[in-house]
C-alpha cells in the first residue's frame, strides 16, 4: 500500500510563496502519476496539478497556471508543489494523490491519498 504523507503547508500572506511536499512510502512510486487537488471551505475537492508516472505530461488547472510548479524527486520519494503569487482564493486544505502510471483529472481516478495540509492566505 503506498503511503502519501503532506507537509508544508501554513500561513502566509497574499503574494508570498509556499512549497509543499508530499512523501512517498510502502512500495514504489516510480510507476505511479501523482496529483495535487485542493478543497476550499464548503466546495468540493478540485484538481491542481497532475504530473504522469515519468514527467512526461503534466497539467494545471486555469487559476493556478503560471504560478504553481509540480515536480517530483524521485530519490527522496517525494512530490512538491511550489506556490508563488498566492491569492486569498487559493486558501484550501491541499492533498496530493497516486494512481498508477497515467494522471487524470477526477478525484474519483485516485485511490491514494494523503491526509492534507492547511494553506491559508491573508490579503
Known amino acids: 500500500q503506498l503511503q502519501l504523507v503532506e507537509s508544508g503547508g501554513g500561513l502566509v500572506q497574499a503574494g508570498g510563496s509556499l512549497r509543499l511536499s508530499c512523501t512517498a512510502s510502502?512500495?514504489?512510486?516510480?510507476?505511479?502519476?501523482m496529483a495535487w487537488f485542493r478543497q476550499a471551505p464548503g466546495k468540493g475537492r478540485e484538481i491542481v496539478t497532475t504530473i504522469n508516472w515519468n514527467d512526461s505530461v503534466t497539467y494545471y488547472t486555469d487559476s493556478v497556471k503560471g504560478r504553481f510548479t509540480i515536480s517530483r524527486n524521485s530519490a527522496k520519494d517525494t512530490l512538491y508543489l511550489q506556490m508563488n503569487g498566492l491569492k486569498p482564493e487559493d486558501t484550501a486544505i491541499y492533498y496530493c494523490a497516486a494512481r498508477p502510471l497515467t494522471s487524470a483529472t477526477r478525484s474519483d481516478d485516485y485511490r491514494n491519498w494523503g491526509q492534507g495540509t492547511q494553506v491559508t492566505v491573508s490579503s
Open positions: 510502502g512500495r514504489t512510486w516510480s510507476s505511479y502519476a
